[in-house]
């Protein structure tokens, strides 16, 4: 009785079936997981995607704004132009009064009134997403 254990049976060393079911299922894991890791990848981009758009559209509707206002004449003599518009009553309008006029004309066409309707989509949009992203 060296070591031995009489009638017990030994263990097989080299078995290839189970190699392949290894192999097989190391395979199909890894697959899994990458499909998983795409998902992970598309969703994230499609999440940014989305967020730079409308980060796009407040930054353009910021410029817009800006330049709504500012006179077309070079600046050394853009005061001038600022004098002949205060003598004629027509001084600079924030935009809250523009889209008051927007409404009280019902001329929904012109820039102005477009950038308001702009700005409105986005912010329900924007608010959407924050609200989505809390839950």
Known sequence: MNGTITGATVCPQNEWLALVLLVLYLTITVLILLNLLIAI??????????????????QRHRVVTDYI??????????????????????????????????????????PVCRLESLEAG?????????????N
């Not at 986005?122 to 809390?134: N, R, V």
Request: charge should be positive; glycine fraction near 2%.
């Open 41 to 58: 990848f598309s969703n994230t981009y499609e999440m940014v995607n989305m967020e730079s758009d409308l980060l796009w559209k407040f």
């Open 69 to 110: 206002d500012k006179s077309v004449i070079p600046h050394p003599l853009a005061w001038i132009a600022y004098f002949v518009r205060v003598m004629r009553g027509k001084s600079s309008r924030t935009t809250a009064d523009k889209s008051a006029l927007c409404l009280l004309r019902s001329d929904l066409n012109t």
């Open 122 to 134: 986005s912010m329900q949009e924007l608010i959407k997403l924050s609200t989505d992203a809390t």
